[in-house]
């Protein structure tokens, strides 16, 4: 935790061992485009995509070391954004409803 000022050093085997799951992840994404999952093929490049910005969200940003008011203010932002596209989908929803195409 950097509370007292000071800078957290991350030890150089845990930044090889982030790539390494990150381009595992890469491959995963590629084979996983090459599959038809029909309705789920978003949902899962979305779910690998989500990992992956994880991983280097806690790494490569430090959020995993850093004061946890970062974390929250980061959460804080998801949740609105995701907020924001649930309204935008009911808005979407209730106009197909309400004006058919012909």
């Not at 490049?45 to 070391?65: D, E, N, P, R, T």
């Amino acid at each position: 935790m950097a509370s007292d000022g000071k800078h957290h050093i991350i030890p150089l085997p845990v930044y090889f061992q982030v790539i390494i799951a990150l381009l595992i992840l890469t491959v995963v994404t590629v084979a996983a485009a090459r599959v038809d999952f029909g309705a789920l093929n978003t949902v899962i490049a979305l779910a690998i995509a989500s990992v992956k910005a994880g991983l280097v969200l806690a790494y490569f940003m430090h959020l995993k070391y850093d004061d946890r008011l970062y974390i929250v203010a980061f959460g804080t932002g998801i949740f609105f954004l995701l907020l924001l596209y649930f309204f935008t989908w009911i808005d979407e929803a209730t106009r197909i409803i309400q004006n058919p195409v012909l």
